[in-house]
């Protein structure tokens, strides 16, 4: 089954505590971003990478890290997890080509940082 | 840059009936896609219709369709005889169709609808 995933769904962890939140997809997408959604505001890119070992900033990268070295994997990185950070987390994916071509978003990860 | 705007933050329609999601955006380019997903308490982000801007035809999956409005940037979503399963928030998207930039989708604040039996 074509899909995305992330781990963990949910979490709950301490201000300073460095995490991962993982993103596998098995569809062969070259492109993979991250999104935030917060109430009132909708989803916003915190970053996003076109291939493997290319990534760059979206609208919100502040306090995020990503890394990009297979193409399958597109993991978010908290170095220093603060309470703005709470939110729900998106990854998607999709072929660059078509241009046109249908972006498949995760679960979501439910973040909550205290 | 480019902004999408959903007007209605809530919406209610009676099981069976028709209601309209509003959406208008704003941008300077002429190629572009748009979209509405669905979020249903589960939180997953679904799929619901897509139109690409060079097409003038509206988009149609079912009982939803869009009524595309290219010279006013408006982009509606129209639901026909709603379920209950229709419940949810819709979020109305856009994306550039120039390559080379971040490839993101611009979403507009949501809409959440409630479907009365």
């Known amino acids: 089954e074509a899909q995305v995933t992330q781990n963990p769904r949910y979490l709950i962890t301490v201000t300073g505590k460095k995490l991962t939140v993982t993103c596998s997809q098995n569809m062969n997408h070259e492109y993979m971003s991250w999104y935030r959604q917060d109430p009132g505001l909708g989803l916003r890119q915190i970053y996003y990478?076109?291939?493997?070992?290319?990534?760059d900033k979206g609208d919100v990268p502040e306090g995020y890290k990503v890394s990009r070295k297979e193409k399958r994997n597109f993991p978010l990185i908290l170095e220093s997890p603060s309470p703005n950070q709470t939110s729900l987390y998106f990854c998607a994916s999709r072929f660059l080509s078509p241009i046109g071509s249908e972006q498949y978003f995760g679960p979501g990860t439910r973040l909550t940082v205290t | 840059a480019q902004t999408v705007t959903q007007s209605q933050p809530e919406m209610s329609v009676q099981e069976a009936e028709t209601v309209t999601l509003s959406c208008t955006y704003d941008t300077s380019e002429s190629d572009y896609y748009l979209f509405w997903y669905k979020q249903p308490p589960s939180r997953q982000m679904i799929l619901v219709i897509r139109q690409e801007a060079y097409k003038q035809q509206n988009a149609t999956e079912n009982r939803f369709s869009v009524n595309f409005q290219k010279a006013a940037k408006s982009f509606s979503l129209k639901i026909s005889d709603s379920q209950l399963g229709d419940a949810a928030m819709y979020f109305c998207?856009?994306?550039?169709?120039?390559?080379?930039?971040?490839?993101?989708?611009?979403f507009g604040k949501g809409t959440k609808l409630t479907v009365n039996p």
């Open positions: 998207a856009y994306r550039s169709g120039t390559q080379g930039g971040s490839e993101k989708l611009v």
């Open positions: 990478s076109m291939n493997v070992e290319v990534t």
